[in-house]
């Protein structure tokens, strides 16, 4: 869970910042869509983080600890709209194999995780559709 956890508490960040800083035709809808994005990451880190306080572990939870744990990669503020979106469709379906490889038998577990999944889905097929 660790390394998830990092993953998505990176991607949480790599969100704000590409709301931030996108520019372009069809800005004012994607500059949305992205906060709605983060809202939806903020809360499942919250929950992943919370799932393991549960399991009697304490959660990876400082900018440096995920930094030294992700395996997805900062967003660049100087991309394009297009490259944007791109590069985050392909940390989603990277996120979406992480997801999947913690599935553990745990009921709690892969509830929140199969939520988290159908959601990221679906927004892949949205960001796709803006391309
Ligand atoms: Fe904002």
Do not use: C
């Amino acid at each position: 869970m660790e390394k998830l956890l990092s993953d998505m508490a990176l991607l949480y960040q790599k969100f704000r910042n590409y709301h931030w800083n996108v520019t372009g035709p069809g800005f004012m809808q994607l500059h949305k869509f992205l906060e709605d994005e983060y809202d939806a990451l903020a809360e499942e880190v919250d929950e992943v983080a919370e799932l393991v306080r549960m399991k009697g572990e304490k959660p990876l939870s400082t900018y440096k600890e995920f930094l030294a744990n992700a395996r997805l990669k900062e967003g660049d503020k100087d991309k394009s709209k297009d490259e944007m979106v791109q590069e985050l469709i392909k940390d989603y379906e990277q996120l979406l194999g992480y997801l999947k490889q913690e599935f553990n038998g745990d009921v709690k577990t892969e509830d929140l995780l199969t939520g988290i999944i159908a959601r990221v889905e679906k927004s892949i097929w949205l960001m796709r559709a803006s391309l």
